[in-house]
């Protein structure tokens, strides 16, 4: 990659460089998957992705869609950022790569046919079964990793971490961008949620 | 018959000698004193009791020097575990109801010697034959829950030892076997299948075959199923069972995929084995996890781990969309704020050497910055190449900057289309990163190729 010529790390803007290297050493990438969890955490990945980001930013700009809010196209924009910055080795990486186009469908036609029947017999099943408590948070956290509904608790386990990581990337990412786009008008980069949805940006 | 006197015998050998010369001695016994032995033992059942806790108490007194006194040393634990189940059910009895609890065990001649019979007539060899019986008589009488079947047992348990020489064939015979087997393999220095013997004694009658089965459970598992023995040295005649149910989860820890024949009466134990691999596989990611995760350090049990898990993703997820909704708001502003992502990250770092380092406020630029809003392709490149691009020093000072700025604009046209192919491959997203590190190599080329 043309990126990084120098080693100059220490420059990043984004990532605390010192911070990086030292989790990187903590880490020791002593098994595959500590190696996964601290090239989450290179500046490298951070400048791939913010790259990335930054052109889907300009893109979205360029083409406004009226149909859909555009914090939503930068929120797609962003997952599809990330997930081809992971590459194609994690299932939640694929799974958003490859859903834009399909799930949405399937998404669409789940909910209609699928709310009714579910909750009418999950509403009886639960006053007589109780689903053990591990199995309903493992199905939940599949649910919330793109992808891995089905996965058995170990690779979804393996899958979360690596999700896991590159979220905090991306929210690493999108708030530094957030806060050089608007930093002149001095307004915090909130990263809580809870906090005002849109910052008022000064004309 | 025979056998149940010749036991008898050895027992009381081995009783007193307490050596690992009673595993030679004891073949050598046979016959004909052995009623009046028998007779002796069941007197002294009451004396077995303690002796066999003085054996528990002493244990280590025959170390292993030999096969035979690692037996000795394996016996005085079985022993000891009798011991105490003779102990725990009637230690306060009267000697007189011990010896009648024995008689009601042993008065009938018939009763006993056809189950040692049982086990006798499918063994072959000679060994097993004395050792087999003792076991499984100590079995049946830690069911019957008498302490002097438990003496009688634990004075069969002496056999152990010459089972054990003999034992390597793994004849097996219900839960005598199993029992002699246990002894003998930990005196084989855990090398037989611990679990075979284990899961002979807590299901006896079904250990009719077991003998061979286990000869081929892994060491380890066999050396913390004994660690296990070793460690439960009390227990009742019902938790006797348990606890030799215990030894059968510690050959789950000997996770290792050598071809295990699965035992009979056990065959879910090639199911615990992989089942104890997978909770390793999970714990070990659940330990990454927790580093992952911050608050979770303290945080033990599968359950709160993966609320902590979900949580947390949920709040990642959650910022992304806050985030994503502010920095669409925002975008409108790119324009403006383009060049102040250029002023910014070029300080950081930049390649192309035309940027300026900018500390200025982005207002103050605006001017320079509408030659960029002209070609608004082109300063996303720019940027892009900022940010990068990060590490290195703009050299330039801030008065060239509008100079640099429309000198980098005929450069920058020809990168326009470049940039306007990269948005018609956005699509394909993989190759974006060829084309943008492609525009990169563009405008690096063009930005050493200014200078100015």
Not at chain 2, 178 to 185: E, N, V
Not at chain 2, 235 to 264: F, L, T
């Amino acid at each position: 990659m043309i990126f990084s010529d120098s080693p100059a790390i220490e420059q990043n803007g984004i990532l605390d460089p010192a911070k990086d290297r030292i989790r990187i050493r903590k880490r020791g990438g002593s098994t595959a998957a500590q190696l996964s969890l601290s090239r989450w955490r290179t500046s490298k990945q951070n400048r791939i992705y913010s790259a990335k980001l930054f052109d889907a930013l300009r893109r979205i700009r360029q083409t406004d869609s009226p149909v859909k809010p555009r914090s939503q196209s930068v929120k797609v924009a962003a997952d599809r950022a990330l997930a081809v910055t992971a590459g194609g080795r994690t299932r939640w990486s694929n799974a958003i790569l490859a859903g834009r186009s399909i799930r949405r469908k399937n998404r669409r036609i789940r909910p209609a046919g699928g709310g009714e029947r579910p909750t009418k017999l999950l509403s009886a099943a639960r006053r007589s079964v109780k689903i053990p408590a591990v199995e309903r948070k493992v199905k939940f956290l599949g649910r919330l990793v793109p992808g891995c509904r089905k996965l058995p608790l170990p690779s979804l386990l393996e899958e979360a971490t690596d999700y896991i990581a590159a979220l905090e990337m991306q929210v690493r990412v999108m708030a530094s961008l957030a806060e050089k786009l608007s930093g002149f008008a001095g307004v915090p980069v909130a990263s809580r949620p809870e906090s005002d949805s849109a910052s008022p940006i000064p004309s | 018959m025979e056998k149940e006197p010749f036991f008898a015998n050895s027992t009381v050998i081995n009783w007193q000698m307490r050596s690992p010369d009673a595993a030679a001695s004891l073949p050598k016994l046979n016959s004909g004193h052995l009623n009046l032995i028998w007779d002796q033992t069941i007197d002294q059942s009451a004396k077995f009791g303690s002796a066999l806790s003085s054996l528990v108490s002493s244990p280590s007194s025959n170390l292993p020097a030999t096969t035979a006194g690692g037996d000795s040393v394996v016996i005085h634990e079985l022993i000891g575990r009798l011991g105490s189940i003779c102990n725990s059910g009637e230690i306060s009895a009267p000697s007189s109801h011990y010896q009648s609890a024995n008689n009601s065990c042993y008065s009938t001649p018939m009763n006993s010697p056809p189950k040692l019979n049982l086990s006798i007539v499918s063994n072959p060899a000679h060994m097993p034959f004395s050792a087999d019986p003792g076991f499984e008589k100590a079995a049946r009488c830690s069911t019957f829950g008498c302490s002097g079947g438990g003496s009688h047992g634990g004075g069969q348990f002496m056999f152990p030892e010459v089972g054990k020489l003999g034992n390597a064939q793994e004849s097996s015979s219900g839960s005598g076997n199993a029992k002699k087997r246990k002894a003998a393999l930990k005196a084989k220095g855990n090398e037989t299948p611990l679990s075979s013997s284990v899961t002979a004694i807590t299901n006896p009658p079904k250990k009719a075959g077991v003998g061979g089965l286990n000869a081929k459970k892994s060491k380890p598992s066999e050396e913390t199923g004994v660690e296990k023995e070793s460690a439960r040295e009390d227990g009742d005649a019902p938790s006797k069972k348990m606890e030799e149910e215990k030894i059968n989860k510690p050959p789950e820890v000997a996770k290792d995929y050598i071809h295990v024949r699965a035992r009979r009466g056990q065959a879910t134990d090639s199911h615990s084995l992989a089942e104890r691999v997978r909770r390793e596989k999970i714990s070990e990611r659940m330990k990454l996890l927790q580093d992952l995760v911050p608050g979770c350090s303290k945080v033990t049990g599968k359950a709160v781990m993966l609320d902590e898990i979900i949580n947390y993703v949920q709040l990642l997820q959650r910022q992304v969309e806050f985030l994503s909704m502010k920095l669409a708001t925002v975008n409108p502003q790119l324009d403006f704020n383009l060049e102040n992502f250029v002023t910014e990250d070029m300080e950081i770092h930049q390649n192309c050497g035309l940027l300026p380092p900018q500390p200025v406020y982005p207002l103050e630029t605006t001017s320079s910055s509408f030659s960029f809003a002209n070609q608004p392709e082109r300063s996303p490149l720019i940027s892009i190449n900022g940010l990068e691009l990060e590490g290195q020093l703009n050299p330039f000072s801030h008065p060239n900057f509008s100079r640099n700025l429309s000198m980098q604009q005929p450069p920058l046209e020809g990168i326009a289309d470049a940039s306007c192919q990269l948005g018609t491959f956005w699509d394909d997203d993989l190759r974006t990163v060829v084309q943008m590190g492609f525009s990169q190599n563009q405008e690096n080329v063009f930005s050493k190729s200014f200078p100015g």
